[in-house]
């Protein structure tokens, strides 16, 4: 079955550090990925997305790229701020036509941001 | 537009009882999925339905179920409370459920169990 794979945390940062995390996944066929973040108390907003091989999904200064010869979708962003400091998670869809939307996720990772 | 809602969004259960959560999907979307999530076992997918029909169903026993009504709103009820069921309960919509769609998640419902 599908699967998704993130690196392990929490991590901490410094403001203006940068960011990589990662995330790989198995599936079968061509699935679409997403980064999806989680603030303290709230459900969970839609970072950006890529649906199919070498997509670039960008957004809020996040990016990440859809590689299909590693099965990775590593989030980046190039200076953090205290603000992202939140739950990020990796999933994936199965996007054969007419397949369903059913999301599998990685487990999360927390990061923290010091100012 | 507004989002997708979800209520009640806290709620206390003892051991036994059943509850039933709601979610509102964002106009237009005609597809609704609910996920728990536990900081054991992380986000796991419950069911998807979409017009009314249940189209996925995840690894939950048969004490969790689901409804969809015409206007795309869903319920989803757990019968039978144990105390591993205290969970933020999510629930997310989208157009179509296709695959490449994406899914807009509701606040969530924080059930505990006593």
């Known amino acids: 079955g599908n699967s998704v794979t993130q690196m392990e945390g929490p991590v901490t940062l410094s403001e203006e550090a940068f960011l990589t995390i990662n995330c790989t996944y198995t599936?079968?066929?061509?699935?679409?990925l997403f980064w999806y973040v989680q603030y303290p108390g709230e459900g969970l907003q839609l970072l950006l997305k890529a649906t199919k091989a070498d997509d670039k999904g960008s957004n809020k200064g996040f990016e990440a790229t859809y590689r299909k010869e590693t099965t990775s979708f590593h989030l980046e962003k190039g200076s953090v701020q205290v603000s992202d400091s939140a739950v990020y998670f990796c999933a994936l869809s199965d996007a054969r036509t007419g397949a369903n939307s059913k999301l599998t996720f990685g487990k999360g990772i927390t990061l923290s941001v010091r100012p | 537009k507004a989002g997708v809602t979800q209520t009640p969004r806290y709620l206390i259960k003892t051991r036994g009882q059943q509850v039933t959560l709601s979610c509102s999907p964002i106009?237009?979307?005609?597809?609704v999925s609910w996920y728990q999530q536990t900081p054991g076992q992380g986000l796991q997918f419950l069911f998807e339905y979409f017009s009314e029909t249940q189209r996925n169903k995840g690894n939950f026993p048969g004490r969790f179920s689901g409804r969809q009504f015409s206007n795309s709103r869903s319920e989803m009820n757990v019968s039978t409370l144990e105390l591993g069921d205290s969970a933020l309960y999510l629930c997310?919509?989208?157009?179509?459920?296709?695959?490449?769609?994406?899914?807009?998640f509701g606040p969530g419902t924080r059930l505990t169990v006593l």
């Open positions: 997310a919509s989208s157009l179509a459920g296709h695959g490449t769609d994406t899914q807009y």
């Open positions: 106009s237009g979307h005609r597809s």
């Open positions: 599936a079968t066929g061509y699935p679409s």
